[in-house]
Structure formats: structure tokens, C-alpha cells
């Protein structure tokens, strides 16, 4: 990984990995700094580190915005020794502390075919799981700046939380909004995810920079376009369920392309026979 922090408003910096365009945001106060996600592997967590050191000197708090091992797996390297904070949602957390198997399972399998070599690293990698846990809101004083951590309700997993860096008007969203390509259903709430987004957007100002999960920061009118493609998959999702269709032919007619709209479809099917996990 070669990739370092680009300052996008008074103190809040991004860097985007180039592998898998994850975003990691740094927010540094006044003697302190905070770390949102730390990426897949001890080896890019380290070239993190070394990157956020050119930034600042401060020690940092980490945030995880969900548990999927490109946000996460890097904890062990950037919160162990010596320790520090990782909060995260409690439903991200539980799976971090009590799923490790699985989630380094699935993630090796997401990338054995188009990334090898990660793959196996993920295979091995050391999970560490969070240590404070946030339900709805919890309000952090990084050096002296409010940061607000907050979950807007079921999306891209159940465990979603987003940044708000409200000084510097920047909200950090996680693989709630995406830039870089569709978003990603295969552990989502594709129902609930519109009205997490329409909190997102309650959050913002025609002045805020959004950074989405993987590429480029955004504004609110981006989110705004992506939330309309939301809903519109949500409505057809609804239709086809009522309808007797199979969720191939929603996939067929939905936003963001057959094979992410089938994993939506049928994650929706889930929700409405009751039985998404």
C-alpha cells in the first residue's frame, strides 16, 4: 500500500487504500486524534499508522464504522500495543469478539479469487475486538473538538455507525453511501437502509463533506441521488415480494447493477418473511 492523508476540511484528513478504495478518516484535536477504520491487514495497518504519524504525533482513539474486515482487521495493529479505545457498534462488536472464525472465513473467501495474496493474509489475521460499545449515540471530546458516533438505524449490516466531525462539518458514513461502486447487500437491510440514509442527510449541509465507505469524498446531493436509488430498489423489492416475482426479476428491473440488486432482492425477501438474520 502506498497512500497517505489528504486534508479535506480544518483538521480532518482521508486517505484512501488502493487495493479495495477504503477510506480511513483521521480527525486530530488538541493532543489528541481518532482513527475511523483501520483497514484489512496487520501489513496495510502498519503503513497506516506510519502514514497518521505524518500527520500528527497525537495518540488516537479508534472508531469501527461496521465489522467487515477491510474497516477492522487492522485493530490489533493500531490499538493493541500500546492500547487504545476501539468503539464500535455493539452488534459490529459482538461479531468481531464472538465470530472471528467466521469473519475471517468470509473474508478470505470474498477474496481468494481476485485478490490471492490478500486472502491468505486475512486467513491468519488477528481479530481485536472493541472495547466500548455504542446502542444509539455516544459523544466523544477529541482534544477538545465534539466528534458524535452514531447509529442511523439498519443499512449496509446492522452494526453501521457514522462519524460526525460537526466543527468541521464532515460526516465519515462508512459502506453506507459508496462512491466508488454500488453498495454492498450481501449483510444488508435493504428496507431500513433508505431511512438510515434520510438520517444521514439530516445530519449534513450543502456544505458537507461526506466520505463514503470506498472512493472519493461526496456531497449531500450525492447522497441525496444514491438515497433515491435506495428507495426506488426498496419500492421494487416490496412489488416483486407481493407480486410472486422471483428476486431475479427485481434484480432485473432495480438500481446498481443484476448482481448487487439479486443480493438486495433477496435480502428483502428475507425481511419481509421474516427471517434476515
Known sequence: MTAR?????????????????????????????????TLSTAGQAAELAAAARAVTTHPWTVVNTHHHFDHCFGNATLAADPPRPVYAHEVAAAAMREEADRLRREAYEEMRGEHPALADELAGATLLAPTHTVHGETVLDVGGRRVVLRHPGRGHTAGDLVVHVQDADVLVAGDLVEQSGPPAFEESYPLQWPDAVAELLRMTTPATVVVPGHGEPVDADFVRAQHTQLVELAWLI???????????????????????????????????????A
Do not use: I, K, S
Not at 249 to 269: C, D, N, Q
Open 5 to 37: 492523508f489528504t486534508q479535506v476540511a480544518d483538521g480532518v484528513h482521508v486517505l484512501r487504500e488502493p487495493l479495495l478504495h477504503v477510506n480511513v478518516t483521521l480527525v486530530v484535536g488538541d493532543g489528541a486524534a481518532l482513527l475511523v477504520d
Open 238 to 276: 416490496r412489488a416483486g415480494h407481493t407480486g410472486g416475482a422471483p428476486p431475479e426479476r427485481v434484480a432485473a428491473e432495480a438500481p446498481f447493477g443484476a448482481r448487487p440488486a439479486l443480493h438486495a432482492a433477496r435480502r428483502g425477501y428475507a425481511e419481509l418473511d421474516g427471517t434476515a
